[in-house]
Nanobody, 117 residues
Framework: QVQLVESGGGLVQPGGSLRLSCAAS????????MGWFRQAPGKQRDMVAT???????YYADSVKGRFTISRDNAKNTVYLQMNSLKPEDTAVYYC???????????WGQGTQVTVSS
């Protein structure tokens, strides 16, 4: 299995930026899809962004134009650059891995992002 550790969360004012990192315990070259999800209190977990092994990306409509997902295979790390943050972005953000490109089999512990003045 692969362990995933998120970092970079915190408190930021509306309009600010954060970059989340997801460090994997082994190479991610062979992992089909890496993704970021988020879950706000009392709400379901939603997909935020995904990136496949060839760099193809997908974003939820709510974050298009503001968030960017990227991967650095040499560092075994996936990033989520978040700009123009809004209070509605407040949630626990999770990194996940889908080695087979179907379901997500591995999840990080989550990192809290709070957007508030």
């Amino acid at each position: 299995q692969v362990q995933l550790v998120e970092s970079g969360g915190g408190l930021v004012q509306p309009g600010g930026s954060l970059r989340l990192s997801c460090a994997a315990s082994r190479t991610i070259v062979s992992i089909n899809v890496m993704g970021w999800f988020r879950q706000a209190p009392g709400k379901q977990r939603d997909m935020v962004a995904t990136i496949n092994s060839r760099g193809r990306t997908y974003y939820a409509d709510s974050v298009k134009g503001r968030f960017t997902i990227s991967r650095d295979n040499a560092k075994n790390t996936v990033y989520l650059q978040m700009n123009s943050l809004k209070p509605e972005d407040t949630a626990v953000y999770y990194c996940a891995a889908s080695p087979g490109g179907n379901g997500y089999d591995y999840w990080g512990q989550g990192t809290q992002v709070t957007v508030s003045s």
